[in-house]
């Protein structure tokens, strides 16, 4: 726990998230801080806080004012059955309502519990989003696969790629590219470590900086890379999204999601120099390897190893 006074404190929650605090008629009684959030600018910080009235937030700050407009817009179309309201932003910070639970740990990877988590995603995908977004998302998603090639090019010259791998990922990408593809809001960040269970064991996703208007089949990508299954609990999760949604287009272009998914993760890792750059890079060399990377779709996927 931070102490509740002193520079050090004011310092490390920033005058935004103290602006947004000052503003609830509580005094605040605990502060923890989260987590310190991997970013190139290392500005990114989530904290718990505490009042007197035994009301709990969370406070984060991320990366602009920008990001936190976007962020405050984006978590007003979200059902607020399965994700906190956003309270109030400032600057680069914004308040939620803290979610009281547990997290998901492995045993709660049951079929059941997966398929419920799949719809979940699914109907996250079904939001209306307003024609401004939709159109900026399109837009963006037209110039894909050239990011993609830039973002090759990075992991290359800074050796974490070797030539040849870089152009094999490029030529696994090129030969399965969707077209038309549809955008919906998006998570970005589906997985287990971002969900907590209520006292009713209800599923609420409780860290939604990375909320964006984006195609679903990334979406459902970076849930592949970042929630590691077997393949029989992929089929019940993928069971439950088609409650409400599709997967077949993620199927049929999966090898290009999962590559623009992991050299992603691989770029980003790099560039904010933390912990576990190594993963995605080893996920994609095994995508590579495969004689079939389509089937990897629902191979068993082993967690990260510590610091990995």
């Known amino acids: ?71 405050e817009r984006l978590s007003s179309l979200v059902d607020g059955r399965y994700a906190p309201p956003l309270l109030g932003r400032c600057g ?25 988590c799949g719809a979940l995603q699914a109907r996250l995908h079904q939001t209306a989003v307003p024609a401004d977004l939709r159109v900026d998302a399109e837009d963006r998603l037209r ?19 070797s030539d040849g791998e870089g152009e094999r990922a ?3 990408a090129r030969a399965y590219v969707p077209r038309d593809v549809p955008v919906a809001l998006a998570h970005g960040d589906f997985c287990a470590e971002n969900l907590v269970l209520d006292a009713r064991d209800r599923a609420h996703l409780v860290d939604n900086e990375t909320l964006a208007v984006h195609a679903p089949e990334y979406d459902l990508g970076r849930t592949w890379y970042r929630w590691p299954m077997t393949g029989l609990e992929r089929r019940a999760y993928y069971e439950g999204y088609r409650e409400h949604g599709k997967t077949d287009a993620f199927a049929r272009h999966f090898p290009y999601w999962a590559v623009t998914v992991l050299v992603g993760a691989a770029r980003f890792r790099r560039r904010a120099a933390t912990a576990g750059a190594r993963y995605p890079l080893d996920r994609l060399r095994a995508l590579l390897r495969a004689r079939d990377p389509a089937r990897l779709l629902h191979a068993d996927v082993p967690a990260p190893e510590p610091g990995r």
């Open 170 to 172: 490029l030529e696994l």
């Open 92 to 116: 680069s910070a914004v308040l939620t309502e803290w979610v009281d639970g547990r997290v998901v740990m492995p045993a709660d990877a049951t079929p059941a519990f997966l398929r419920r």
């Open 143 to 161: 110039d894909a696969p050239l990011r993609l090639e830039r973002a090759v090019e990075d992991l290359s010259r800074c050796a974490a790629l």
């Open 1 to 71: 726990m931070l102490p509740l006074a002193g520079p050090d404190l004011r310092a490390s929650l920033g005058p935004d998230v103290l602006g947004l605090l000052d503003a609830i008629p509580s005094p605040v009684v605990e502060i923890a801080r989260l987590t310190r959030l991997p970013s190139p600018r290392l500005q990114r910080a989530c904290f718990h806080v505490r009042f007197a009235n035994g009301r709990a937030v969370k406070a984060r700050r991320v990366e602009s004012p920008r990001q936190a407009e976007r962020l």
